[in-house]
């Protein structure tokens, strides 16, 4: 066995070795994957795993109290389906106040599973209704600091030499983030960032970190109800026309097809795009009737061009955030975005309606370019976004919608269906139809496409209770693109449908069995005359299963394969076998865990997405591609009550490579290895 070869079984053995002495990992992290497979698809961003994340921390230290929260409150918590809210909101107003949680048990919909997940983050206790006075202030805020700094060790061509294509600055990855939170309902946020290859307190970044968010948030009683001055996100309707920040997509649970729109929200995430800049402010008219009003200026990232007649164009907005290479760091803000508008919503148990309006500015044109699919994109210095929304809940029913249009452009509209058909059964029904040429830059609609914008589909699923132990949930998606697509140069449709298993015998054991099917067309090749198209059939088989060993021992093992295929082309198959170790002490100072992978996916179109633990407040759905292994550790250790420290070593070693990676990000060798550490200070 080559040297090479002995040293990365060496790291992997040592690894495993200083696993066996001690350590669990944060139970907000493992909680916020349990609740994205349940409601979303696996292949989320570190940025909406944080989100999450944050915001199951927030309610285990200030729990939702389910008899004073009413249907507003309830209606607002992410893992709250809307007939659970119906529901239970029926079950206190017939039984009186919930005593105890265990009291869940006999509302429809709640399982005695269900029921353990949520448990730390309900309380039936009464809710402290008392305002501090102000010299009590700072003895009652809540203050957090975090520092990360991760770095890839070997070498990538991009930092190899100096010039127009290369890196300009360091491979070291920074991130600092403050908050302060003060009882009556003043918050304050600050997030700072570097990525990979970007300069630090020098050249395009003399100041020091790349990207800066911050916004101060206040909410009240009174009629203004809430004010962000700074960043912030707005979510309304099902995310046709106004939509910034994270969403979930086609989960186990059928009531993921719904969006919960939360309105006005303050941002809080490494993102560099995908939110406004500003006020904004929402603002009671009548009782039943809330506004919510905002005005955003921000510089946005953009490839400038320039016509015959030296006028300066842009064909899009960039989205990656990166500022590393001459020509990133030119295109850095080279657009100015104004957008104003205003969100009237009328809210009755269990009715709302809204209506959104804005209207948005750019500095520079847009032009649509050369590419036929881009035809139908956005094309000029102003746009207007229209949409109405509705959802209503009656007995055992939950309906929703939304009619959204652009000017210039066309329609989208939306209109979707759940229903409890028993007590352990629910099933619901969507259809959509996005326009060819709708547009909308602040989108995140259902469906396939990333825009509400040439697609059309229906969508069925159903999720049955079969008992305690058993769950089986399953969907079915056709859908087609009536205009050209990125690789796809004529109309073409789809389908996709999936099956997935749930058998938890015992607390902390849990199985799971999925099974997905997809269908597409794409282009035969690129560049014929006459286009024409080929059918690609994907098919993914998941299977997991995890249960403890003793009192503080739990593994996990994961096995994944998947079919591609194109037209008369052989098909592909990719494998992916893998096992986790989890150590916990209830109150023990350390935290952690380790996977050990190994995978042979030879294609890229048959890429597996695979979640990976991380340190608090990160996390992602890992690619995985090649052949070789995958391992990483993560250890949490509390060093005080205030500090707690956080160390990650994840390493892929494929022995087949030369190098690794493409362009800039290539690595010449086997091996990729990654440490991450980072500090939380709460005082």
Same mark, same amino acid.
């Given at each position: 066995?080559?040297?090479?070869?002995?040293l990365c079984l060496r790291q992997v053995a040592l690894i495993l070795l200083f696993l066996t002495c001690s350590f669990c990992y944060a139970q907000e992290t493992e909680q916020a994957l349990s609740f994205y497979t349940w409601l979303g698809e696996e292949e989320q961003s570190e940025e909406q795993l944080a989100i999450l994340t944050q915001k199951l921390e927030q309610l285990r230290k200030k729990p939702i109290a389910l008899n004073q929260a009413g249907e507003k409150g309830l209606s607002q918590i992410f893992f709250l389906t809307p007939l659970q809210v119906y529901d239970l909101l029926q079950h206190i107003l017939k039984n009186g106040p919930l005593k105890e949680i265990a009291e869940l048990q006999i509302v429809r919909g709640f399982s005695p599973e269900f029921i353990r997940q949520i448990s730390p983050y309900i309380t039936?206790?009464?809710?402290?209704?008392?305002?501090?006075?102000?010299k009590d202030l700072l003895n009652k805020s809540d203050q957090e600091l975090i520092l990360r700094h991760s770095r890839i060790h070997q070498r990538k061509k991009g930092y190899t030499q100096k010039g127009k294509s290369y890196y300009s600055g360091s491979p070291d990855h920074l991130l600092l983030k403050y908050r302060l939170a003060l009882e009556p309902g003043i918050k304050a946020m600050l997030l700072m960032e570097k990525d990979p290859g970007e300069q630090f307190l020098k050249g395009s970044n003399p100041s020091g970190f790349d990207f800066i968010s911050a916004n101060i948030t206040y909410t009240g009683k009174g009629r203004i109800s809430k004010l962000i001055l700074g960043d912030y996100s707005l979510q309304f309707g099902q995310g046709l026309s106004l939509w910034s920040g994270t969403s979930f997509g086609r989960g186990a649970d059928v009531a993921g097809a719904a969006k919960k729109d939360m309105g006005l929200q303050p941002y809080f995430s490494?993102?560099?795009?995908n939110y406004f800049r500003g006020v904004s402010f929402e603002y009671k008219l009548f009782k039943n009737i809330l506004l919510t009003s905002f005005i955003s200026i921000k510089n946005s990232d953009a490839s400038v061009s320039?016509?015959? #007649?030296?006028t300066a164009v842009v064909s899009n907005i960039s989205n990656s955030g990166l500022h590393r290479t001459e020509s990133e760091i030119r295109n850095k803000g080279a657009i100015k975005e104004t957008v104003t508008g205003t969100a009237a919503q009328y809210n009755s148990p269990f009715f709302r309606a809204g209506i959104t309006a804005?209207?948005?500015a750019y500095s520079l044109p847009f032009i649509t370019g050369n590419a036929l699919y881009r035809s139908n994109n956005f094309k000029g210095s102003f746009r207007e976004n229209y949409a109405f929304h509705y959802n209503y809940t009656f007995l055992n029913t939950y309906?929703?919608?939304?009619?959204?249009?652009?000017h210039p452009g066309g329609q989208a509209w939306i209109q979707g269906l759940i229903s409890a058909i028993t007590s352990s059964t629910s099933a619901v029904v969507v259809f959509r139809n996005y326009g060819i040429d709708h547009n909308s830059f602040y989108s995140m609609p259902f469906g396939k496409n990333s825009s509400a914008m040439n697609e059309k589909g229906w969508y069925t699923g159903i999720n049955h209770r079969v008992s305690n132990k058993w769950n089986?949930?399953?969907?079915?998606?056709f859908f087609s693109f009536p205009f050209a697509k990125y690789r796809v140069d004529l109309p073409s449709k789809g389908n996709e449908y999936t099956v997935k298993l749930f058998y938890r015998p015992v607390r902390g054991s849990e199985y799971s069995f999925q099974y997905r099917s997809s269908s597409r067309e794409? #282009?035969?090749k690129s560049g014929l005359k006459i286009p024409a198209l080929d059918n690609i059939q994907v098919q993914l088989i998941k299977l997991d299963a995890a249960y403890p060993v003793g009192e503080h021992m739990r593994f996990k093992h994961l096995a994944d394969i998947t079919r591609y295929s194109k037209g008369r082309q052989s098909a592909g198959y990719g494998i992916l076998l893998g096992h986790d170790l989890h150590y916990k002490v209830a109150s023990g100072p350390f935290a952690g865990n380790i996977r050990v992978t190994w995978f042979k996916i030879l294609s890229y179109d048959n890429r597996i997405y695979r979640y990976e633990n991380n340190v608090l407040f990160a996390g992602s759905s890992v690619p995985y591609q090649g052949q070789g292994f995958r391992t990483y550790l993560n250890i949490n250790f509390r060093i005080s009550s205030q500090f707690r420290l956080w160390l990650r070593y994840a390493l892929t070693w494929q022995p087949d490579k030369e190098k690794t990676g493409t362009g800039m990000e290539q690595i010449q060798g086997s091996k990729k290895s990654e440490t991450r550490l980072q500090v939380r200070y709460i005082f």
């Open positions: 066995m080559a040297p090479s070869h002995l039936c206790d009464q809710a402290e209704g008392k305002i501090p006075q102000f490494a993102g560099e795009q320039y016509l015959s #007649n030296k804005y209207r948005s309906t929703f919608g939304e009619f959204a249009h652009s089986i949930a399953g969907y079915l998606d794409q #282009n035969v």
